[in-house]
């Protein structure tokens, strides 16, 4: 039996805590693809994976569009951004300022509140090590649909080189209701020497289309503060002992002492510890 392709926005969001994401990943938008046995849910992203020793930065963008029978447009856009250490560390900065760190060492996820200055520890419900896939949510679909998948050639997509794929999917007529047949293209581009991936679309004419990529990519150290709680927090959450109060900063690089994206966080490359800007990139990258 193969899977219904999908593209979601917000649907599986009360369902997205099984992957053990924070508030701010709950709200981004899903992209569902065929897989036998169900079609998987998945977020983008580093998704739980745990990959050392290919540090990086990007910008993580995401848009989605449908346009209804009136013509009403139904579009989002979010921009978030992404850095990974040598040791797998990962830290996700979204647009209204918070930043989620996952330290792959102690499975423990940290969501820094700029406004309220908290670090709240939650546990990390699952960790994929790549290669390995990433976390998904398995929702089965009953019916039939053909799937075909065209290999790409590698090309080099935001300045990494990429590996591609195509998959078509075709809904017989009949099969929802649907009185002629529905084709849902998906198109993937990920780097095997980032383990990430780069860009993806997703065109559904029932839902519309979703698109993710990566962009300005410096495949250098991030700055070790980034992955530190910054002094003057209050870390809050399970497994925090009672009384510790404000921190005073983590050791293994500077405290950080500032909010998330606010001037003086600095980073590798000198630039708000988002490592380069993304015309400075690496020759090639």
Do not use: C, H
């Not at 593209?7 to 701010?24: D, E, M």
């Not at 591609?164 to 002629?180: F, K």
């Not at 990566?214 to 070790?224: H, M, N, S």
Request: proline content about 7%; aromatic content about 4%; overall charge positive.
């Amino acid at each position: 039996m193969k899977t219904i392709l999908i593209a979601l926005t917000g649907v599986l969001v009360g369902a997205s805590g099984l992957l053990g994401q924070t508030p701010g990943e709950r709200a981004r938008v899903f992209q569902v693809f065929g897989a036998a046995g169900g079609a998987r849910a998945l977020d983008e992203g580093f998704n739980n994976r745990v990959v050392r020793g290919k540090p990086f930065s990007a910008t993580e963008e995401r848009r989605s569009l449908q346009i209804l029978q009136n013509g009403t447009r139904i579009e989002n856009n979010q921009t978030n951004r992404l850095f990974r250490d040598s040791e797998g560390r990962t830290r996700v900065e979204e647009m209204n300022g918070t930043a989620t760190i996952f330290d792959p060492a102690t499975n423990r996820r940290v969501e820094l509140n700029p406004t309220a200055r908290t670090a709240r520890s939650v546990n990390n419900l699952l960790a994929v090590r790549a290669p390995g896939g990433s976390a998904v949510l398995t929702v089965t679909f009953l019916g039939n649909a053909a799937e075909a998948t065209e290999n790409l050639s590698v090309q080099m997509v935001n300045g990494v080189p990429a590996q591609g794929a195509r998959t078509t999917m075709t809904i017989p007529r009949g099969q929802i209701g649907n009185d002629r047949e529905i084709r849902v293209v998906t198109e993937r581009w990920i780097s095997n020497d980032l383990q990430m991936l780069i860009k993806s679309s997703n065109s559904d004419p029932r839902f519309g289309d979703t698109s993710y990529q990566l962009t300005g990519i410096v495949e250098r150290e991030p700055d070790a503060s980034l992955f530190q709680i910054p002094a003057g927090y209050t870390e809050v959450g399970p497994g925090v002992p009672a009384g510790r109060g404000v921190s005073p900063g983590r050791s293994g690089g500077p405290a950080g002492g500032r909010s998330p994206g606010e001037p003086g966080a600095r980073g590798a490359g000198g630039r708000g510890g988002r490592g380069a800007p993304p015309d400075s990139a690496e020759p090639g990258k």
